[in-house]
Nanobody, 118 residues
């Protein structure tokens, strides 16, 4: 069984920065792709960014491109999301997810709250 634990959320002002971490554990952990998703109040969950575990290739939603950076540390089984130039519309619960096979995000974290004040 795979466990994903997010950390690093919090409250910041517009223009500020936060860094999220997602630590994966479990003897069965393996990854093809890890990603960050978010759900704002009253909205559907949306994709934020992904990183391919073996190659490090990344992909971003247009709304965060140029402001957020996703990365991973294979040795630590940990993924990160550096969020800069935060906007109030970035306020959401952020979830990390793992796909052991392409496109199948079957492992999810519990989420971490990010709040950006104007």
């Amino acid at each position: 069984q795979v466990q994903l634990v997010e950390s690093g959320g919090g409250l910041t002002q517009a223009g500020g920065s936060l860094r999220l971490s997602c630590a994966a554990s479990g003897r069965s952990f393996s990854s093809h792709t890890m990603g960050w998703f978010r759900r704002a109040p009253g909205k559907e969950r949306e994709f934020v960014a992904l990183v391919m575990w073996r190659t490090g290739n990344t992909y971003y939603a247009d709304s965060v491109k140029g402001r957020f950076t996703i990365s991973r540390d294979n040795a630590k089984n940990t993924m990160y999301l550096q969020m800069n130039s935060l906007k109030p519309e970035d306020t959401a619960v952020y979830y990390c997810a793992n796909a052991q096979t392409p496109g199948s995000y079957n492992d999810w974290g519990q989420g971490t709250q990010v709040t950006v004040s104007s």
